[in-house]
């Protein structure tokens, strides 16, 4: 095979993959705002085990992470704010990078290889086992039953987990400010919110928002996508986590220049 | 006598093909209301693939399917549905969903298509459960379950909405002689005590004369005979006879031809 069929053969299939996506993410869309009107609803207790599992059990996972970067940046913004004499602005600079951008693309890189990867396994398995089958078989639609609970549940804890990521974040920060660099509390707090504006929280849980769809569609696409047995669930979980996260990275990169140039 | 009866399941025609390779090839099949039909053959000549056209998880290339009366091939999701709330189906691997109880198991096509009490519910499970001889299993998860302890909850689970037909795939696959007698005798149970239509695809030979009222033998993608279970057992036709004796030798080729076997090894 030469170097242009292995070109031309991989963008036919990554596009395929892209317009099955965006199936999924219509038919998901459809499950959720349309077939209600039908008098088709998505039962409460699954969405509620799914937020359970994606939200409330990833709090001590992200609290963790945030705690140490923020820790991690206080302690890098003090080495190079120090030779400007500005010691003091790191907290501004914690909590604006962390609200914006840190906390949020953290997270959602956290949540997709906790949730992500036990969605596509899930699904993957469920899918190899006939599964699936067997719900289509009894008239209930697997994307109704199985991705728009995963999707909702992501939709509604990632930002969830943001907002507690940013101020764990900000309060690593504040033990480094306080213990370390000896600023007062009092100054730390009040440099902490000087240049914090809504906007920089609002956009920080916009970008969560989109992640949230990311993981979720690219989780779901890969588990139901299954082929292969135990070897083909490994394959999808390790797909899913890998196109999550280069997805993630690559919305974050557009989402920040969108935001970015628009408000110069 | 089989003239006279209602035709629930009728394919006519049907071509089906994977990636260039014929899987059925001109499929006929008419399927009576009440009888026990048994679908059998090789591995991959296509039994399993004639079952997924009926339930409507494929569609034909050409050819149509008949599902009480309806042509299933060009149907909508809701009327597909529709029909999917009129049939049951026992998976080869059971298919029980891991993050259910047996009990959660049977009752979810209940509870999302029906609207009864949850107290109804529950003793329609229980029901379902003695029906297949698993009284008190209930609160089990099916990890914590043998295989043929599964294949009996998926059946609970099949006949949960009373259907009208129960497909089966590969019912004795994977279970022991002694289990494998107990599930034929419950479809058979089933079949009598509810009147229900059974279409089993099996290459079980043991099974299938204890199941069937009528048999389609099926050779790579083309029916070879039609009968009814003493027309099969005293079929003149070769590839029949070595199927029901299980023999190796035989028109059934298993060894690839010789002619070309030297050129092959030496490519």
Known sequence: MNIFETIGR?????????????????????WLF?????????GRRYIFEQMVFAGLQSVLIVFF???????VLAMQGAYQLDKLGAVRFVASLISVSITREIGPVLIALVVAGRVGAAIAAELGTMKVTEQIEALDTMALNPIRFLVVPRFLALLLMLPALTVIGDVVGMFGGFVVGVFNLKISP???????????????????????FVFAMIIAMIACYHGLNTSGGAEGVG?????????????????????????????? | MAEEKEVVIKIENLVKEFGGRRVLDGINLEIYKGESFVIMGGSGCGKSTIL???????????????????DISTAGDDKMDGFKKRFGMLFQSSALFDSLTVEENISLPLREHTKLDEHIIKIMVKMKLELVGLHGFGHLYPSQLSGGMKKRV????????????IFYDEPSAGLDPVVTAVIDKLIVDLS?????????VTHDMNSVFRIADRIAMLHKGKVLEIGTKEEIQNSKNEYVKQFITGSPDGPIGFFKPDENYLQELTK
Do not use: C
Not at chain 1, 34 to 42: L, N, T, Y
Not at chain 1, 238 to 255: G, W
Not at chain 2, 154 to 165: M, T, Y
């Open chain 1, 10 to 30: 991989s963008t036919l299939r990554t596009g395929a993959a892209i317009w099955d996506v965006m199936a999924l993410f219509f038919k998901t869309l459809y």
């Open chain 1, 34 to 42: 349309f077939a209600p009107f039908k008098g088709k609803f998505i």
């Open chain 1, 65 to 71: 992470v945030t705690f140490f970067i923020g820790i």
């Open chain 1, 186 to 208: 009092n100054l730390y707090i009040s440099t902490n919110f000087q240049f914090l504006v809504m906007k920089d929280v609002m956009t920080g849980l916009f970008k969560s």
């Open chain 1, 235 to 264: 394959r999808s979980t390790t797909l899913s986590v890998v196109s999550s996260f280069i997805l993630i990275i690559l919305a974050d990169a557009i989402l920040t220049g969108i935001f970015y140039f628009s408000s110069v």
């Open chain 2, 52 to 70: 997924r056209h009926i339930i409507g998880g494929l569609r034909p290339d050409s050819g149509k399917v008949y599902l009480f009366g309806e």
């Open chain 2, 154 to 165: 998926g059946l609970a689970r099949a006949i949960a909405l009373d259907p009208e037909i």
């Open chain 2, 192 to 200: 009598e005590k509810l009147s229900i239509t059974s279409v089993i």
